[in-house]
């Protein structure tokens, strides 16, 4: 459970952040759930690696399904 926390807030903690959704009483509720850290991570740096990850995922089910077609 732990780590699935950790997962999900590291995603909505910095877009929150990004979005200006980060007044004092959010902050306040995130320092409180322990998880106001994940403030400092960099958003673009998150994405782009999201996007890295989903093209490296499209690229495995192309090559997957070129050789089913064989």
Request: charged letters at 30%; aromatic letters at 8%; proline letters at 3%.
């Given at each position: ?36 850290e994940y403030a400092k991570i960099d958003v673009e740096k998150l994405i782009g690696n999201d996007m890295k ?18």
């Amino acid at each position: 459970m732990q780590a699935f926390r950790s997962r999900l807030f590291t995603r909505i903690v910095p877009i929150l952040k990004e979005i200006g959704l980060f007044g004092p009483k959010v902050q306040k509720a995130l320092g409180d759930m322990g998880v106001l850290e994940y403030a400092k991570i960099d958003v673009e740096k998150l994405i782009g690696n999201d996007m890295k990850v989903a093209e490296d995922f499209d690229a495995k089910r192309f090559v997957q399904g070129a050789i089913a077609a064989e």
